[in-house]
């Protein structure tokens, strides 16, 4: 009985290794310069997915994230705001311990007592905000009240509370 338990454990472990498992994020090439899509930023450890190339409302940009499987890599999401500003440069506000006080890990996602002029920066629509070059907004999985949620505007590095409704592109994150 002990030899087919053994025989057993060494076919399960090859079947398990050859079918390439579920993908995970120790898979995806590091970002660098030129990013190729999912990579994974050193900076943060995170693993990003390619932007959409579709706006969507708040309650798509979560279902898209979390039904993603891009690289043969699943469990994306949407991240959430404290994540989203480890992508923002040049604006010492809105980077990741800036200034700006919207944060989850802070607990202060309320547009009244968060929000100040600390979160953003002068127009710029080249793309110098994002590590990756984005311009636009980009989803957050944070939520601000019933109806809103925090999005970043890369034209500003802005952390801005708006309305579900109201349609953006996506990066999940891994």
């Known amino acids: 009985m002990k030899k087919y338990s053994f025989v057993f454990l060494v076919f399960a472990v090859f079947l398990l290794s050859s079918c390439g498992g579920s993908g995970s994020s120790a898979d995806?090439?590091?970002c660098g310069e030129n990013p190729v899509f999912p990579c994974v930023d050193a900076a943060s450890?995170?693993?990003?997915?390619?932007?959409?190339?579709?706006?969507?409302v708040w309650s798509e940009a979560v279902?898209?994230?979390?039904?993603?499987?891009?690289?043969?890599?699943?469990n994306w999401r949407l991240p959430n705001i404290d994540e989203l500003r480890t992508l923002v440069q040049?604006?010492?506000?809105?980077?990741t311990g800036g200034e700006c006080r919207v944060s989850d890990e802070r607990n202060c996602l309320s547009y009244d007592s968060?929000?100040?002029?600390?979160?953003?920066?002068?127009?710029?629509?080249?793309?110098?905000?994002?590590?990756?070059g984005d311009s636009?907004?980009?989803?957050?999985?944070?939520?601000?009240?019933e109806e809103?949620?925090?999005?970043?505007?890369?034209?500003?590095?802005?952390?801005?509370?708006?309305?579900?409704?109201?349609?953006?592109?996506?990066?999940?994150?891994n």
Do not use: M
């Open 45 to 56: 450890g995170f693993a990003w997915s390619a932007k959409t190339s579709h706006s969507k």
């Open 114 to 132: 968060c929000w100040s002029t600390f979160c953003l920066c002068s127009f710029d629509e080249s793309g110098k905000y994002s590590r990756f």
């Open 63 to 74: 279902f898209y994230c979390e039904n993603l499987e891009e690289g043969g890599v699943k």
């Open 136 to 145: 636009g907004g980009l989803w957050s999985s944070s939520e601000a009240g």
């Open 90 to 95: 040049d604006c010492y506000g809105t980077v």
């Open 28 to 30: 995806i090439p590091e």
């Open 148 to 173: 809103g949620a925090w999005y970043i505007n890369f034209y500003e590095a802005e952390i801005v509370d708006v309305h579900k409704q109201n349609s953006y592109v996506v990066r999940c994150i």
